[in-house]
């Protein structure tokens, strides 16, 4: 046990501020085979060689799945209001249609319970990005029957927890699954189309919408959805770098934004690549939601092509094809941390005062879904700045008249990172992959005793 700082008073947030932590099934529970559960799209592409970087796979990952006790211990003495985890479509309906898995089902009843029991306020999200296998061989998210199927997924799990759930997320990132799923393969299922995955943006939307159909009609009134942003920096005042930071801002902002929130895709001649009726399909993303959800990391700063050589992407620098009209640049002159990506708190200020001046009244309140950082070691001073900066950065935010209701910090443990395997750590509780046993960081002590004054208010 590391011993405890003294935290910096940070700004009073408002008395019913939510504060959380996050986590995403694929990343932490394992057992892929327990009671079950199916194959998802993530389970095929560890076992493909070369998928993931240090050659692993998340068949056991943290072992949430047997240990959701002790994890939750950890919530209730880190002190948290919320838990935002996600619930394996795979492990509920194993082939994503289909016969139902009751041990399933009750592996969330109890989770959702012992929360309860710990004073700590389910999130479930119902998608983060483990298709079940059995609908990616159908088409995935390539295909419209794929949002019917989530659908009626999101109505099953509804049926069953929705006596004691009061806060729901429908998807979690779905441009990281077009772009990086479907668009560059280089996360599950593997599809190098470019801008042909733009299908499966809609898709997801679309199940977005229908979902929140379903949730509704079981009696969910405090409905959203956690969709990835970050400010798009232009490279230069130069005609061809402001295109291009132009659409790129429209392609990982404003695409998975506008339908949700104004009822309408950005540009025309985008709309007009997508699948199905669209105008149509827009009526159901557009569904109102409660409240909007935000992942922030980074800002992102965009040039056109072939100008500088120094450019990555800002997916854990990925580099993106030369055939994409658009190049992220390095930024310079900010810290970084160990996964690479620059330190930007007053980024997130920028982020959400231009969402309130874009959207204006059509912008519900906004919930920060995701927010964190990877460094190594248990005295994680690092991580405990990065949080500091960017609490302030969102206090500033709400004093500038954002309605900001609640923020969640990625991760609570350190877990499966994807594409990068067991390599990078954004755990507030770090874990032993050898024995799976949780040692608190530095950063989990100071984040306690900040939630401890806040709450003293």
Known sequence: MTSEPVPTALPRFPRDFVWGVSTSAPQIEGAVTDGGRGRSVWDVFAAEAGRIKDGSDPRVATGHYHRYREDVALLAELGVGAYRFSVAWPRVVPDGSGPVSRAG???????????????????????????????????????????????AYADVVAARLGDRVERWITLNEPAEVTLLG?????????????????????????????????LRARGARSIGIANSHGPTWTASASEADTAAAGLYDLLLNRLFAEPVLLGRYPDEELAA??????????????????????NYYQPTLVGAPGADESGTADFGGIRLPPELPFAPREIAGYPRT??????VPEALTELLVSFRERYGDRLPPVVITENGCSYEGVEDGERIAFLDGHLRALHRAIAAGVDVRGYFVWSLMDNFEWAEGYARRFGLVHVDYATLERTPKASYHWLRDVLREQARG
């Open 105 to 151: 089902l009750d592996f969330y009843d109890r989770l959702v319970d012992a929360l309860l029991a710990a004073g700590v306020a389910p999130v479930p999200t119902l998608f983060h990005w483990d298709t079940p296998q059995a609908l990616e061989e159908g088409g995935g998210w390539l295909v419209r029957d794929t949002a019917e199927k989530f659908a």
């Open 182 to 214: 479907y668009g560059l393969g280089q996360h599950a299922p593997g599809r190098q189309l470019l801008f042909e995955a733009l299908p499966a943006a809609h898709h997801q939307l679309l199940g977005h919408g229908l979902a929140m159909q379903a």
């Open 273 to 294: 690549l997508l699948p199905g009726p669209v105008a149509e399909d827009l009526k159901v993303i557009a569904e109102p939601v409660d409240w909007y959800g935000i």
């Open 338 to 343: 160990d996964f690479g990506w620059p330190v």
